[in-house]
């Protein structure tokens, strides 16, 4: 069964189960598979991430919205054809309303993409990051991170295989050469008003997996089920994970992409978070698994949004959202793609 915790609204799953007994890690993937199929969020604990990082990269965060804002803005988005870098409070859309956070978006470190006429549009997004002069240490903290969630995150992406019948590395090829996998460090500053308003409106995340850090105590994310927001505190110790459409589209809906959002914290207060998005290489079609007949049958099928399409390669679900969120970023850089679209 599911771990239960006191206050935990969501299942609670030990990933350290899958290194115990075959039995108990088939009952881990069983818990999985059911976890994201009835409310596609759940909390990971025993995923073997040091504390010491947990604290050090929360610390680091901290540091870097504490700094002077000519240090932030010297790596301001906006200089960024690739939408790296920091992003000012105001600076971002969720269905068209201005979102109340500062972030700054770092992806996989790598070379702009050649772009020729018949290129996708989908490669601007390849490209180098933008690091703080005034933190160098951020660099370092963020590296090791991404390597500890990487092996998390294809922990569980291989555990999600086979508890859906297939191949545990199905989709291993997509994730071993280019990944692009994005890490945002975000805060949300308080806001004194009557209803807690949008820190960060209704969505459901594009990639495939999603591990979200939350500092201790910090509520303010909701996660709908049921036609109603469950509140999502965080556990101590423990990430937030839920799975992204790329995961819905693969399953056709089995599993599901979860509507979440972010609730402002009161004036006096502030959030910190640090969302990972696991991600395949741009071009990646994310295959669709012949699910086994017993759980084909509880397949709903793929979402269909007019206002949010969903598409199978990555690299255009995720620009989608890229143009949708960051119109300022879209204008200055890719005003060529928004009056083709
Ligand atoms: O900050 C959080 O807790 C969640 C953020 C989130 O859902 C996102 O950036 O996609
Ligand atoms: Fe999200």
Known sequence: MTTSLDGASLPV?????????PEEAERFRTDLREATHDYGFFYLVGHGVPQD?????????????????????????????HFRGYMRIGGELTQGKVDWREQIDIGEEREPHPI???????????????WPDALPELREVVTEWYAELDRVSLTLLRAWALSLGADEHVFDAAFQE???SLLKIVRYPGK???????????????????????????????????????????????????????LEIATDGYLKATVHRVLSPAAGDD?????????????????????????ASDARGVTRDPDNPLFATYGENVLKGKLRAHPDVAELHHSDLLARR
């Open 13 to 21: 799953l030990d990933l350290s189960r899958l290194s115990s007994s």
């Open 53 to 81: 990082l947990i604290d050090r990269i929360l610390r680091t965060a901290r540091r870097f919205f504490a700094l002077p804002d000519d240090d932030k803005l010297a790596i301001e988005n906006l200089k960024s054809p």
């Open 116 to 130: 020729e006429d018949d290129t996708p549009d989908y490669w601007r997004l390849e490209g180098p990051n933008q």
């Open 178 to 180: 280019n990944p692009s």
């Open 192 to 246: 004194d008003e009557p209803v807690r308003g949008q820190g960060v409106g209704a969505h459901k995340d594009y990639g495939v997996l999603t591990l979200l850090l939350v500092e201790p105590g910090k509520g303010g994310l909701q996660v709908e089920k049921d036609g109603e927001w469950i509140d999502a505190p965080p556990i101590d110790g423990a990430f937030v994970v839920n799975i992204g459409e790329l």
């Open 271 to 295: 959030r910190v978070s640090i969302p990972f998005f696991y991600s395949p290489a741009l071009d990646t079609t994310i295959p669709t698994l012949a699910l086994p007949a017993e759980l």
